[in-house]
């Protein structure tokens, strides 16, 4: 009898845990289709559009082709465009409050964070010299830690060339399902070779530079020391201290939020 009371009570607990998983997905989705409906600036109407019509390659497998990929690299192009970059930092570097953003490029909530409300502070307080964010890799979505660290190091050595935003970006916008193994050297290369103005062969030789794994290393401890256990992970530091923003897929208002908590 008490066997069949634990049992009992253990599919309880299952159920229990589904429903409560169900709800967060659909308060998410709510929250995304709110942001969607929201239009600040020309570049921004750009890439949720992209975000919407090409909404990842045909059968999950990743890296766009033909005028779907051209749409993709236009709207990157265009919002990144006359913005300051430095390796992985995106910003004017004496912008008064630093967002650090720990992210996994395998991520889907860093994806749909990406498209959605980044998108909007990238156009507006980055773009501004208010705000500067800088990216730390966080292994969360990526399953292989092999896999996880060779696309940071890809990204990274982008970012020798000042490029790690464009192709970080366009990873999020071609990324592939879970789960599928797509993220291959062919697709990485894929990547680079869409980045307008990279040089592939010089981008090819940086993934070999040992200084590029020791920082995925080194942003992955970081983030265990600060108590990082998801991404999107949102740390934003001003004259004012630190402040975060809700976990998952924050607002617009919500990133403000947290500026102005930090801001003198």
């Known amino acids: 009898m008490a066997s069949r009371t634990k049992q009992k009570e253990e599919a309880r607990a299952r159920r229990l845990a589904e429903e409560r998983a169900r709800a967060e997905r659909d308060a998410r989705m709510r929250r995304l289709r709110g942001i969607a409906g929201i239009v ?38 265009q919002l990144l465009a006359g913005i300051p970059q430095s390796g992985n930092v995106l910003g004017n570097p ?22 959605s409300s980044f998108s909007q502070l990238v156009a ?8 500067k964010v800088e990216y730390r890799a966080f292994q969360t979505a990526t399953q292989n830690p092999q ?3 060779t696309q940071q190091v890809a990204a990274l ?3 020798k060339q000042d490029k790690f935003w464009d192709y970080a970006e366009l990873f999020y916008h071609e ?5 599928t193994g797509y993220v291959t050297d062919s697709y990485l290369t894929g990547l680079a070779q869409q980045v307008p103005g990279l040089n592939v062969s010089e981008w090819q030789s940086a993934r070999g530079d040992q200084s590029l794994v020791s920082q995925v290393q080194s942003d992955v401890a970081a983030g265990t020391a600060a108590n990082v ?4 992970t949102l740390i934003f530091t001003g004259p004012k ?23 003198a």
């Open 40 to 77: 600040i600036g020309a570049v921004v109407v750009v890439v949720v559009a992209i975000a919407v019509s090409s909404g990842g390659s045909s059968g999950g497998t990743g890296l766009q082709k033909g005028s779907g990929a051209n749409k993709t690299v236009t709207g990157v192009s």
């Open 157 to 159: 050595a982008a970012g």
């Open 241 to 263: 201290g630190t402040a975060s923003p809700p976990t998952g897929v924050p607002s617009y208002s919500q990133l403000q939020q947290a500026i102005k908590q930090v801001s």
């Open 94 to 115: 004496n912008a008064p409050v630093t967002m650090t953003y720990y992210g996994d490029l395998e991520c889907p909530i860093c994806r749909d964070f990406t498209l």
């Open 124 to 131: 507006n307080e980055i773009r501004d010299g208010k705000v």
């Open 229 to 232: 256990t998801g991404t999107p």
């Open 147 to 149: 896999t996880f660290e």
């Open 175 to 179: 990324q592939g399902q879970e789960a």
